[in-house]
């Protein structure tokens, strides 16, 4: 968007800027000058919440029909003009709105130089302006408010808080209690409650007077001016009585009516519009919207202290009272004061008329009614609800307009805007003059909902509409249900209506029209919610309105998907999918309805809209179709709620600023979501933006099915990410891979939890981890049960989609101990651990030898595997390339099975069954060669071979299982941990060659495990590799130590022999304590209770330490400071402390507490003086005590203090502390004995993949398989290296057929087995749905009951109505087709009557309109695929009509064609009469002999003068004239085809009837201020084009226009004819001297004198022209050939003057009054003037002659539409 000021300057305006941005831009460029905004087209995505804010401010001056623009000065401005405004000059210029701003000094104040005349205008701008927040509002007004506006300091409520505008940006401010330059009384209402200061208890509530003549457009434009309101979604009016209301009984009714209509207003922007009166229906409504803005305060204050940002934003809640102002008690001061007023409600007294206003009312607009009798109904009312249909204030969309007027002066011919806004009426209850108000809404075709059994009008009114649908006949009406409803009205107001009659009659023939107007066609603008059934719910008051909206719109099969575009548009924006699957896509007459992206994508940033995902997945829409780069950016940046993602996922875990309302960074897919999603669960480049990109598009980097997958997979985790957790798992039922994408969202939750600092949302997130590790669980449940060895493979599948990583890997990774705990796992587990062998049991009675007995003798002495050891299937693949497979029997022997399963069967048949047989047999076989014998029993009793493993493959296949590297290694460990012993052991400085050898032996340890943790930390990233890191460092650490204490001193003397005694005894500790997590967790009786005894240690234990602390450190300093009072301070002393008590845990130490008897005679020499003050500092210094201290320091004291503070310790520690910690580890190990199986079954998984993935051989052997693969990589590498330098030489390339042909069965196996899993997750929803089924049976019980109740009402009416809409479908069906071509024509050529195509044939259109004009025949039905007279229609039987020659008018008569139909009939008649009846009868003239396709010179009978009769057709077909066939009788058929109707019709000749028309055009131009032309006017870059166009005569129902021109009936030239026409018809002429003899030139001349400078007669040359009509009219058609086209074209060049002529066309006219055997033909001239003209000085207004726009929706007579259109695509302008 450029901005321009008035030196030139350019401002551009970002994109993206915020509203404080842009008042900062605007600011700097608003000085002192005039400023000109230009606001072009800027999409930017908007919020339907309340709060969003856009980018530009557009708008468009909006004149409703029939108004007049009058300037300033004008004494018929009925009301004062406005305040100033920004704009003084707007214009629209090719499409592009232009805004002309004028700043006024310093202050910043908008002024104009001129006001605007007060006409109904409202604003347009491009987008939904919404704002900041609730508190923000900044529409685009059509007025500005002056200084005044902000001077106001008191609060207002956001719903009512106005705006000021400031260039072309508006700035929120407060208005003043008054306008001063208002139309109408005005101001703001204070409600003061109880003895409160009136401005702190209630915010101010705006009001205006209006007089019931007051026309209801400048009431909108008051409001959208000075209220500064914009056009809502929705208006809903609450129709309802006050005098007649009687109180719902029902409380549950009116909470559910209370909750509906809050629940409306939250869905959508909607105002409500009540009678504003403090009772009935409008109090209940103002009490729910209080409880609403109660509830939306309180949680707005509680989000608010999380920041500003959090704070939700909601939809504005406004509530308009439209009330009388003589029903109010204080209706007095409602005159505009300027303080605004005070008012206090006290109640309504009893059986008075006068009423209180509701409080809770955002705006009052008081009607000064003096029809008393009308109370609540006021005719302004009415207008205005009709009004609001057109939109108040600035428009939310911009509507591309043609621009009318020029900058500064406007068209009065402003097209009307549509409704745009849906006006719906709500009947509660309701009194008599509710009635009219219905009746107001169904007369404009407006919604309405009526509450049937609500009382009242309600009641009465549903009653007559039930009973009219059931039966409509004028006799049920007459005699049953008038007479029932009179009853009805009695009963219901017997004040009102019983003792006046014609009031009752008049009040039930209201109703009965409300029931005839409710329906029309298909629409229906009545739709009922009964209140008292089974299946009404008032909470969803949202679904009826949107229902209402439905049945009231015009069902039509034209243009169905923009239908269905729309329609789901507004469901989703209410949040109804039920409405969208009963409405749209559950419907039978639509076809294959194809969910558009942008309906998907609103779905997903829209909270609670994922069964709307559901329903859009479920109708086959493809993610990855939609999903790209940048919509997967836009679903993080846009999404309705980002408050979880910002301060979770960016704060917390990426350590990010999050800021909700900035654009992420344009690499974040790449590298910040793909580090936030690997910081979560490991996943490492999960999110792809350019394959994402490329699916989009259709360049998929594998395939569609692929594509489809990972899109889910990436969809499912944005959902998680934003916590949306009913999305998340809306996608997942959808996966290919449910159990990997539901550890993944468990994965996401669970560590999503860790950085929840808030406990409700760390809950939430564990709860929903939960729920998903439970689905990967069920569904891993039922594939078990289903197919065992299926779910193994899936178990070890890598997923290419999750980094290769298998789903137990992934469940380990997520730390789902249930996952791995499933027997699946464990089983799977186990064959993992035993590998290819299997251990036997053999049975020796009384001896059991362990598993680990056997894998050990058999690993040492390798025989033994003959006796213990088996190989499954799966070890012996290595045969399989030859062709061979394996069965496994108990002796571990391999069976050949070379012979098919078939050849077998085929033997087996051939046996005999008997024993005759079998000797029949036997004997055939000996008369057979002895081999062929031999050679039949082999086959039919061959035995299977057996083929035994080579020795060197089993033990191969017992080395590599991970049971026998477990306890081979743990056997080495075991020897290595004894020949540590022995090192520790050995004494004195210890054996050289014993530790080399153990140095060495840890060395290789240290090595091993340095490459298992580093080839663990690449294959698992997410594998915490904390522990063995510390553990690599400590083993590092003891051999550096080791080496320089032990082994060194053996050259050099580094260390003493206890250090490295104490170096060694601490690493056997620590080698031996690695047994308890390396070999010892996989036994299942040991590694359960590590599990408990790893939990009693890591939380009992360590808080029994640190509850034990606190006694041991008080106890053990009180001991010490009573027993040894005068211990000196040193190392010793604090060892004592802490020892002693502590010990006193085991060893009970009181010999000291009776003291010491060698020092109680030092004891007694310390004074009781010794500690005076007089003595500096005595005993203080320890190093140097007193000699009377010295040789008691180390003695006990003995004293009753010291038992009882001993004993109280010993008490507690022994007896409380102990015992409570045996009763902790109890307490522990109840808990925990549930879980200890199942997380131990957990732990094992990473101990057998551990063993799983280290080498075979142990340590230290170990350090051979290094040199092994060390030699093989060597050798490898040289291989390739040959293999390279042979394919480089001999330059060609292997094909690898075999490895194609397995990477497609991978694929279709890997295909099979995403349909298995996704049969068995919706097996695992079924089941679930069938749990929450079965948890609401009993309430479903009831439910079926009353629902075959009504489907037994139903089916009765069904079958009632059956009968009767059989016959009249049958009567409807063959009419149907033909109205729904007709609306398909219209459509199609944009209501202009011309030609239409079909199949490349150009066809008629308005000559098969029905009725024929003036009359009501109608004609027979023609399809358009019967229109050619070459297609077979047998019952084409249409109706003659033919004008009688008396109702031409006088001087047409002379022309007029005998009815030569009739006169034949005549002729026929009489010559079947006797010769007595032909007696006295007229005598018939003859029957003329027409010359068709021929012309005819007669003379005239009555004028004397030659009459030329040309019946040739003006038609070219192929560039050929057309000769038109005859029919039976002889008569012309229509060569255009059939019509519908036989005879001459209105017309005056059989066959073609010529026209000659004329085009006059010119350039439409703009007009300033001096009403003087200035520039042309453009549009999309081209000019408009301006035509004469006279009113066609005959048509009183509309004004139809039509092109000036004639009829030919021969007497004179076509040119003279044209001339004489347009001279009566635009300059309402006549002459006196009619020439009757000119050609073209004297034609052209004539035309030519129009032009602005006339010169005489114009020198013409005369030129083929550019193209001919029937090409523009083929081109546009897609046809090569044409039926209509001009026979010769002419035109000649632009003079001096700027004027031209040129034949536009010849040919057929498509003219309602064709007819079979008569039709009009047009030969039309157009004559350009472009640079001037004088057609004002002579034109005629008063016969209707006037200038009209050539626009694309130009509606003439005809097909003169279309000779508009191709005029003006000859001089290249606007069309």
């Keep these: ?385 009709q009004q609001f249909q057109y939109g108040v204030g600035r428009k939310r969309r911009l509507r591309r307009l043609f621009s009318w007027g020029s900058d500064e002066q406007y068209d009065l011919n402003e097209p009307v805007i549509k409704k745009t806004v849906p006006v719906v009426g709500l009947l509660v209850q309701g009194s008599p003059r509710g009635v009219d108000h219905v009746l107001t809404y169904l007369t404009n075709k407006m919604p309405v909902v009526l509450l049937k059994g609500s009382g009242g009008v309600a009641d009465l009114l549903a009653y007559a509409f039930e009973e009219l649908l059931e039966r409509s006949d004028p006799d049920f009406e007459e005699h049953f249900l008038k007479p029932e409803l009179t009853r009805m009205i009695c009963k219901v107001y017997p004040e009102d209506f019983k003792e006046n009659d014609m009031a009752r009659t008049e009040f039930r023939d209201k109703i009965l029209q409300c029931c005839h107007l409710a329906i029309e066609d298909e629409q229906v603008f009545l739709t009922m919610v009964n209140t008292q059934g089974w299946d009404a719910n008032l909470k969803d008051l949202d679904k009826y309105l949107l229902k209402a909206l439905f049945n009231c719109e015009r069902q039509t099969k034209m243009k169905w998907r923009e239908k269905v575009f729309k329609d789901l548009q507004l469901i989703l924006d209410w949040n109804r999918p039920d409405m969208a699957l009963s409405m749209i896509f559950h419907r039978d007459d639509w076809g294959k309805i194809k969910v558009d992206k942008k309906l998907f994508e609103q779905a997903l940033l829209k909270l609670n809209r994922e069964e709307f995902v559901e329903i859009f997945l479920d109708h086959g829409f493809l993610i990855h179709k939609y999903l790209n780069h940048k919509k997967y950016k836009l679903l993080y940046e846009k999404a309705d709620d980002r408050e979880f993602f910002v301060s979770i996922c960016q704060e917390k875990v990426l350590g990010q600023i999050g800021v909700f309302d900035q654009a992420l960074d344009a690499n974040f897919l790449a590298n910040d979501l793909n580090r936030l999603i690997f910081k979560l669960i490991g996943l490492s480049d ?585 030699l093989k990589k060597i050798y490898n590498k040289m291989k390739g290296c040959k293999r390279n330098c042979c394919t480089f030489c001999c330059c060609s390339k292997k094909a690898k057929p075999d490895e194609e042909m397995s990477h497609r069965v991978k694929k279709n196996r890997r295909s099979e087995d995403y349909n298995y899993w996704k049969k068995c997750s919706i097996e695992y929803l079924r089941t679930q749905e069938f749990e929450e089924k079965k948890e609401r049976l009993a309430a479903l019980h009831n439910e079926i009951i009353v629902n075959l109740q009504e489907d037994m009402r139903l089916q009765k009416k069904n079958l009632k109505r059956m009968s009767d809409r059989i016959v009249e479908l049958e009567r409807t069906q063959g009419t149907s087709r033909m109205y729904l071509e007709h609306i398909y024509h219209k459509l199609e050529q944009q209501d202009v009557h011309g030609m239409a195509n079909r199949k490349g044939q150009i066809i008629h259109v308005a000559a098969r309109q029905s009725p024929y004009p003036g009359t009501s025949i109608a004609r027979f039905p023609v399809f358009d695929k019967y229109v050619p007279w070459e297609t077979l229609y047998d019952v084409y039987d249409p109706k003659i009509y033919t004008l009688p020659i008396e109702k031409f008018p006088d001087e047409e008569k002379n022309y007029v064609d005998v009815d030569i139909i009739e006169l034949k009939k005549l002729k026929e008649e009489r010559a079947a009469m006797m010769e007595e009846e032909l007696i006295g009868l007229p005598v018939l003239p003859p029957i003329p002999h027409m010359k068709w396709n021929a012309i005819l010179t007669v003379l005239h009978q009555h004028k004397g003068s030659t009459q030329v009769i040309d019946r040739r057709s003006w038609i070219s077909r192929d560039d050929q004239p057309c000769r038109y066939r005859l029919d039976p009788n002889g008569l012309p058929l229509n060569p255009m085809g059939r019509t519908g109707i036989r005879g001459k019709g209105t017309l005056w000749r059989w066959g073609p009837n010529h026209l000659i028309k004329a085009v006059c055009t010119r350039w439409r131009r703009k007009y300033n201020q001096e009403n003087q032309p200035s520039d042309y006017l453009y549009v999309e870059g081209k000019r408009v084009l301006e035509f004469i166009a006279t009113q066609r005569e005959g048509n009183n129902l509309e004004t139809v226009y039509e092109l000036p021109g004639g009829v030919l009936h021969g007497l004179t030239s076509p040119y003279s004819v044209v001339r004489e026409s347009f001279l009566r018809d635009v300059f309402d002429e006549t002459e006196t001297e009619p020439k009757t003899t000119l050609d073209q030139g004297d034609m052209i001349q004539f035309f030519a004198q129009f032009a602005t400078q006339n010169v005489g007669k114009t020198s013409l040359s005369l030129a083929s022209p550019e193209q001919s009509f029937s090409h523009i009219l083929t081109s546009h058609s897609g046809v090569s050939g044409s039926h209509t086209s001009s026979r010769t074209s002419l035109r000649t060049e632009p003079d001096s003057q700027g004027f031209s002529a040129s034949l536009l066309y010849k040919g057929y006219l498509d003219d309602p009054r064709n007819t079979d055997n008569a039709w009009m033909e047009a030969e039309v001239w157009n004559f350009h003037y472009d640079i001037g003209d004088n057609f004002e000085l002579r034109m005629s207004e008063e016969n209707g002659t006037t200038w009209k726009e050539v626009l694309p929706n130009v509606k003439l007579f005809g097909n003169d539409g279309a000779i508009i259109q191709e005029a003006a695509k000859i001089h290249d302008a606007y069309c």
């Design 1 to 385: 968007m450029d901005d321009k000021n008035s030196d030139g300057k350019e401002v551009n305006l970002p994109s993206h800027a915020q509203e404080t941005e842009l008042d900062k831009i605007i600011e700097e460029h608003l000085v002192n000058d005039a400023v000109s905004s230009h606001s072009e087209d800027v999409h930017h995505s908007s919020s339907d919440s309340e709060g969003s804010v856009h980018d530009t401010v557009t708008s468009v001056l909006y004149i409703p029909h029939g108004g007049t623009q009058q300037p300033e000065s004008s004494p018929q401005s009925p009301v004062p003009s406005p305040r100033p405004v920004l704009t003084s000059q707007q214009s629209i210029v090719s499409g592009r709105f232009t805004r002309t701003s004028y700043a006024s000094g310093e202050t910043g104040h908008v002024s104009t130089p001129s006001r605007l005349s007060p006409l109904p205008i409202n604003m347009i701008s491009p987008e939904t302006l919404e704002d900041k927040d609730e508190n923000q509002d900044a529409p685009l007004g059509y007025g500005s408010s002056d200084s005044s506006v902000g001077d106001s300091t008191e609060y207002v409520e956001s719903a009512q808080r106005t705006v000021t505008s400031l260039g072309a940006i508006s700035t929120d401010t407060q208005d003043s209690a008054r306008y001063d330059d208002a139309p109408f009384p005005c101001g703001n209402i204070h409600f003061w409650i109880g003895q409160m200061n009136m401005e702190e208890s209630s915010t101010k509530k705006h009001y205006v007077t209006v007089s019931a003549e007051t026309p209801s457009e400048e009431v909108t434009r008051f409001m959208g001016t000075y209220w500064k309101m914009r056009s809502p979604k929705i208006v809903l009016s609450v129709i309802s009585g006050v005098k007649h209301f009687r109180p719902w009984k029902n409380n549950r009714l009116k909470e559910q009516f209370q909750k509906g209509i809050t629940k409306a207003a939250n869905t959508t922007e909607m105002w409500i519009i009540t009678d504003g009166v403090d009772m009935a229906v409008s109090k209940m409504i103002g009490e729910a919207i209080k409880e609403e803005r109660a509830r939306r305060e309180c949680k707005q204050l509680q989000l608010s202290h999380l920041g500003q940002e959090k704070v939700q934003r909601f939809q504005k809640l406004t509530l308009i009272g439209v009330v009388p102002k003589n029903v109010i008690t204080y209706s007095d001061l409602f005159q505009g004061n300027e303080m605004g007023i005070n008012i206090k409600n006290e109640g309504i007294r009893p059986n008075s008329d006068l009423y209180e206003l509701n409080p809770d009312h955002t705006h009052f607009i008081f009607v000064d009614e003096e029809d008393r009798d009308r109370m609540f109904f006021t005719n302004i009312r009415c207008q205005l609800e």
């Design 686 to 1270: 999960f999110v792809q933006p350019y394959e994402m990109s490329m699916n989009s598009v259709g360049l998929y980097v594998l395939d569609p099915a692929v594509a489809e997958r990972k899109a889910l997979n990436w969809l499912t985790v944005w959902a998680v990410l934003m916590n949306r957790h009913k999305l998340a798992k809306v996608l997942w039922n959808r996966c290919d891979e449910p159990i990997a994408l539901a550890l993944i969202c468990s994965n996401l939750y669970k560590e999503l939890a860790k950085n929840c600092m808030e406990l409700f949302l760390r809950t939430e997130m564990e709860r929903n981890a939960k729920e998903f590790g439970d689905k990967a669980l069920g569904v891993l449940d039922i594939g078990y049960m289903d197919s065992s060895e299926q779910t193994y493979s899936m178990l070890s599948a890598p997923l290419k989609d999750f980094n290769n990583k298998t789903s137990i890997e992934i469940a380990h990774d997520a730390g789902y101990i249930g996952f791995i705990a499933h027997p699946c796992c464990q089983k799977w587990l186990t064959r993992k651990l035993f590998g290819a062998i299997q251990v036997k049991e053999l049975d020796l009675g009384f001896l059991t030898l362990p598993n680990w007995f056997k894998i050990l003798v058999s690993v040492f002495f390798i025989f033994p595997i003959y006796i213990w050891i088996g190989f499954v299937p799966k070890a012996s693949s290595w045969k399989k390339r030859r062709g061979i497979t394996f069965q496994v029997d108990s002796d571990s022997k391999v069976v050949d099975n070379d012979i098919s399963d078939s050849d077998d069967e085929e033997e087996d048949e051939n046996l005999p069954t008997s024993k005759s047989l079998l000797q029949n047999e036997l004997e055939r076989f000996k008369k057979r060669k002895k081999l062929t014998v031999r050679r039949r029993l082999q086959s039919a009793f061959q035995k299977q071979v057996e083929k035994e493993i080579p020795l060197w493959k089993k033990i191969y296949l017992l080395w590599s299982a991970p049971i026998t590297t477990f306890w081979v290694t743990q056997t080495m460990y075991f020897c290595f941990l004894g020949l540590f012993c022995l090192a520790v052991l050995w004494p004195t400085c210890g054996n050289f060659y014993l530790d080399l050898t153990l140095w060495l032996w840890t060395s290789i340890i240290l090595i091993d495990l340095v490459q298992r943790t580093y080839t663990k930390h690449i294959q698992h990233k997410a594998v915490n590799i904390l522990g063995p890191f510390c553990e690599i460092i400590l083993v590092m650490f003891f051999l550096i130590m080791y080496l320089v204490l032990r082994i060194i001193p053996h050259w050099f003397n580094s260390a003493d022999i206890i250090t490295s005694k104490v170096v060694l005894s601490i690493a056997l500790i620590f080698f031996f304590y690695r047994l308890l997590g390396i070999y010892l967790p996989i036994s299942p009786t040991l590694g359960p209770m590590l599990v408990r005894m790893n939990r009693m240690i890591k939380y009992d234990f360590v808080d029994f330490i640190r509850m034990f602390l606190v006694f041991m450190i008080s106890g053990g300093v009180t001991i010490q400071a009573i027993l040894y009072p005068n211990y000196p301070l040193g190392i010793d002393l604090v060892k004592r402390v802490l020892t002693r008590p502590l010990f006193a845990m085991f060893l009970t130490q009181i010999a000291d507490l009776d003291g010491d008897t060698s020092c109680s005679g030092h004891y007694n020499n310390v004074s009781i003086g010794f500690c005076t003050a007089d003595v500096n500092f005595r005993g203080s210094h320890y190093a140097n005590p007193e000699s009377v201290i010295l040789p008691i320091q180390k003695c006990p004291y003995s004293s009753l203090f010291g038992y009882l503070i001993t004993i109280q310790y010993l008490l507690i520690c022994k007896l409380v502390l102990v015992t409570l910690l045996f009763a902790m580890f109890a307490l522990t190990i109840t808990k925990v004995d549930n879980e200890a199986s199942e997380i131990w079954k957990f732990q094992r998984y990473a101990l057998i993949i551990d063993f799983e993935e280290r080498l075979n051989l142990p340590p230290p052997f170990i350090i051979f398989s290094y040199i092994c693969i060390l």
